[in-house]
């Protein structure tokens, strides 16, 4: 005897047979609300769309034409008429890339292979002609514009705008020019070196690897953070109890009343590398430029999804510069000390800037900077240096101040030492 099923019981079957029941750990996702919210922009590609996120959208299509042009010079460099090996080593990667995306992908799945193959062979044709310049044509538009490449080199970094990294490296290796420079890990160098926040980052990368990366965006985070990871790998990891939950420090200005000093870390090449010791906070030279706050953004919004084990080293960065920077006039301090530079002008615009990145974000669980801000909470903590603090706040906030407090050490000096010659003369007299 048949029964006729509820609705619902049918409808919800049908959901459970649809939902995978293994978890697979997505690589690339879409900005959540929060840090989206008020700074959409900055996540959002200008011309040029990577990946499925963006793909499709109206004023991304005039950068389509640029990646039929780039894969049809690629294959007449290598005397290829066909596409048919892409095509073939793309198919082989397609599952593994669709894992790879948290969102679902709206595209069949031969769009979804033909834009992977056209994404792929642009991102690693465009750091080939970056790196390689005799590999361009005269009338490439893209290097015949500063602000284009610079567009690019925005929407390049993007949280949302990626492939998976296993395809740019299969294309990559099936693509190689011969030439000793043409490795990959080498033209990302040089095409982020000229947006890098850190000056010679470039230098410290040695050891890294293109091994085990998600995307385009992660290996650049790994070149940046990757010296810093290494110093705190073995670093102790105490259990805090509630008395030992970490305080944030004070801003830059109140803890130079309070007798700490600023200086650039000149003995370190690591970007994020920053130490307190012997009442001195060194930190490494940072650059601010147009590009420095989507650049942060995004890489902040990579970590926002990392586990809650997982250092987030972007993110603790910016949250101690936050505390450190609450005023133009702690951006002024740091930038007379030499360790920001401002290519925006206005001490008032990079103020703005950390005040925002320190918004609505998630710091490790075991924060990068907990030491220094010990050591930092510690040194205001000592009543020597609370008694030194009180005096340059009460007494030497001005020059005007500090003229009056000298000229009354002097009067009492002199005061001082007309009484002694006075007690001498009377007692020599009375002798």
Known sequence: MSETRDYISVRIDDMLSDFPTLHYKHSIFKVSDDLRYGNEKLYEPKILAIGPSHHGKNHLQKMEKHKLRYLKLLLKRNYESSVDRYVIAIRSLEKEALRCYAEPIELSSDDFVQMLLLDGIFVIEILRKYGLDYLRDSDDTIFQYEQVLSQIRHDLMLVENQVPFILLDQLFSMTKTGNPDDEILYLIL??????????????????????????????????????????????PNPVKTEEEKMVPINSTSELQVAGIKFAKYRESSYCLDIKFTKGVMKIPGFDVSDATESILRNLIAYEHFFIDNRPKYVTDYAFLLHCLINSSKDVEILRRRGIITNLLGDDEMVYLMFNRLGRNVLISSDFCYGDVF??????????????????????????????SVFAALMLLLFTLTQTVFSVLSYTKTKS
Do not use: M
């Not at 930092?376 to 500090?402: E, M, Q, T």
């Open 374 to 403: 010990k050591k930092v909470d510690w040194h205001c903590g000592k009543r020597w240096n609370r008694w030194i603090a009180n005096l340059r706040k009460n007494y030497f906030n001005s020059p005007w101040a500090i003229v």
């Open 190 to 235: 040089l095409f982020i070196d000229d947006i890098s926040p850190w000056p010679g980052a470039s230098e410290i990368t040695e050891k890294v690897s293109s091994k085990n990366v998600d995307h385009l965006l992660g290996l650049v985070y790994k070149i940046w953070s990757c010296s810093f990871a290494n110093t705190t790998a073995n670093r």
